[in-house]
C-alpha cells in the first residue's frame, strides 16, 4: 500500500535518518564512522580539501568532533572500509565487497584488461615489484613515454597500475595527499570475504538498493551519474518492483512531487516519528518512535556531494533550493562560487557557506555566504547560537584556531553576534571571494 507524506513530513524524515536531526549527535570515535555507514551505506570521495574532502564532510556534519584520522584507520588499516566505484568513487563497508566485484569484472574485460594486455611486460614487472617489495605508487617507477588513457595522456606506470586496480588485481593501500599507494588486493582483504562470489543480477540489485539507502528517498529519475552501475531504466524498474516484492522498499507519494519515492522499509517507525514531528512542529520524545533524543533545530553545512542531495533534482520541490556544485564550472560563469556549501538549518536548507581552510595561518576564512529568500538569520529563533555552533565545530575540523568573517558589511551584524562564541581573528584580513 503507498503512503502519502506531505512535504514537511519527508524533509524531517531526510534529516533524521541522514542523522542531521540535530547534527553531530555522534561522538568522535571510529564507533561512529561506521554507524554512519550501517544507515546511509556509502560516501562518495573526492580528493579535493580546499574546504575539506567531501567524506569527511559528510562525516563532520554529522560526528561531533570528527577527524580524518578515524576514517582513514579504517580505510588503510584495519580496512574496515574500502574504495570502489558505486554511482562514482565511494567508500563503502569492506564486508559488502563481493557486491561490488562486478566492477572488477567489467575492468578485466574492458579497457583496462586491454591496456594491461598491451602493456604485459611493465604490467608483470609492477605486480612482482610490489609482491616483492610491498606498496608502490606509480612514482616508484621510471618515467616512460606517455600513452593514451582515461583522462589523456599519462605515463605508462600510472595506466598501468590505474588498469591493474580497476580490474581488480591491485587495491588501494594507502593515500598520501593525492599520491596513490597500491598493493596485491589479496593482501588488503580477507581471503574469506574475497572467495564470496554474488550473482551479477543480485550485484546490480544491491547497487540499486544503495542508491535509495544513501538518500532515504529517491524516486525513479535523476542524473544519469545518480544511476551509474545499475543497468538500464528497464532493468531498474524490474529490480525495483523486486525490491518493493520483497519488503525492502516502500513506496511513498510525495505532496507536491511527480511519481513515486521509495524508502528503507525497515525506517518506517523513523517515518512515522517524522510525521508526528512535522505535525507538532517540534521533536517528538517518545519512546515507542525513539531514534535519537530530542533537541532544538541545529546547523550544519553539507558536503557537496552528501547523499542527501544526490538527487539535485529533488532539491527544488524538497527544499526550495537550487544547487550545483561549480568547482568544473568557468569562474565566469558561476552562480555561487568555486567550493559552496549549502547550510542546513534543523530540516530545511536556509543558504550557503564558502570556507577556505588556510592551514599554514590556522585560520576559516568565509570567504562568501549568501541566504535564501525569506531567510533572517537574526531573527529566525534560535538560528544564531545553532550556526555559530556549526561554525565551532568547522574551525576545530580544520584544524583552525580562529574564524575570519566574510568582507561584506551585510554580515557585520550577524558576526558581531557569533563572535560571541566563535573564536573571531581580528588581526586577519576578512575573506574576499576569490576563485581558483
Same mark, same amino acid.
Given at each position: ?28 570515535? =571510529? ?55 558505486? =554511482? ?18 567489467? /575492468? ?5 584488461? =586491454? ?113 551509474? /552501475? ?102 565566469? =560563469? ?33 570567504? /562568501? ?68
Amino acid at each position: 500500500m503507498t503512503r502519502h507524506l506531505s512535504l514537511a513530513a519527508a524533509r524531517r524524515f531526510l534529516a533524521l535518518r541522514h542523522l542531521l536531526a540535530p547534527p553531530r549527535s555522534l561522538p568522535g570515535e =571510529k564507533a561512529s564512522v561506521m554507524a554512519v555507514f550501517e544507515r546511509l551505506g556509502s560516501l562518495q570521495f573526492d580528493p579535493l580539501e580546499v574546504a575539506g574532502r567531501n567524506h569527511d564532510l559528510a562525516l563532520a556534519a554529522r560526528i561531533d568532533g570528527y577527524r580524518r584520522e578515524l576514517t582513514d584507520h579504517l580505510l588503510y588499516r584495519e580496512r574496515a572500509l574500502f574504495e570502489a566505484y558505486n =554511482k562514482a568513487l565511494n567508500l563503502l563497508p569492506t564486508a559488502q565487497l563481493p557486491f561490488y566485484r562486478l566492477a572488477w569484472d567489467e /575492468g578485466a574485460r574492458g579497457r583496462a584488461g =586491454k591496456l594491461v594486455g598491451e602493456q604485459a611486460g611493465l604490467a608483470a614487472r609492477i605486480l612482482a615489484e610490489i609482491e616483492a617489495q610491498g606498496p608502490k605508487c606509480s612514482g616508484d617507477f621510471e618515467r616512460e613515454a606517455a600513452i593514451d588513457w582515461w583522462w589523456g595522456p599519462t605515463s605508462a606506470a600510472r595506466a598501468v597500475m590505474d588498469a591493474l586496480a580497476v580490474a581488480g588485481r591491485l587495491n588501494l593501500a594507502r593515500r598520501e595527499g593525492n599520491r596513490r599507494y597500491y598493493d596485491l588486493t589479496e593482501r588488503l582483504f580477507p581471503a574469506e570475504i574475497l572467495a564470496v562470489r554474488v550473482p551479477e543480477r543480485d550485484q546490480i540489485r544491491h547497487r540499486l538498493m544503495s542508491r535509495y539507502r544513501a538518500h532515504g528517498l529517491l524516486g525513479t529519475s535523476g542524473s544519469g551519474e545518480l544511476w551509474y /552501475g545499475t543497468g538500464s531504466s528497464a532493468l531498474r524498474a524490474e529490480l525495483r518492483a523486486e525490491l518493493v516484492d520483497r519488503g525492502e522498499l516502500t513506496e511513498v507519494r510525495v505532496d507536491g512531487l511527480k511519481g513515486p519515492r521509495y524508502l528503507i522499509s525497515g525506517e518506517l517507525e523513523m517515518l512515522a516519528r517524522a510525521e508526528l514531528e512535522a505535525e507538532d512542529g517540534r521533536p517528538v520524545n517518545d519512546p515507542g518512535l525513539s531514534v535519537g533524543a530530542a533537541a532544538a533545530p541545529g546547523c550544519c553545512f553539507l558536503a557537496p556531494l552528501d547523499p542527501i542531495l544526490w538527487d539535485r533534482q529533488a532539491l527544488v520541490p524538497f527544499y526550495g533550493f537550487d544547487y550545483r556544485w561549480e568547482v568544473y564550472t568557468p569562474a565566469a =560563469k558561476r552562480r555561487w562560487g568555486y567550493y559552496v556549501l549549502p547550510v542546513m538549518f534543523g530540516d530545511r536548507i536556509v543558504g550557503r557557506i564558502e570556507p577556505r581552510i588556510d592551514r599554514s595561518g590556522r585560520l576559516v576564512r568565509v570567504l /562568501g555566504l549568501e541566504w535564501e529568500a525569506g531567510f533572517e538569520p537574526l531573527s529566525a529563533p534560535g538560528f544564531v547560537p545553532a550556526f555559530s555552533d556549526a561554525l565551532r565545530a568547522y574551525v576545530m575540523f580544520g584544524g583552525a584556531g580562529a574564524l575570519v568573517p566574510p568582507a561584506a558589511s551585510a554580515h557585520r551584524p550577524l558576526f558581531r553576534e557569533v563572535a560571541r562564541r566563535v573564536p573571531v581573528s581580528r588581526a586577519a584580513t576578512p575573506a574576499r571571494a576569490a576563485a581558483p
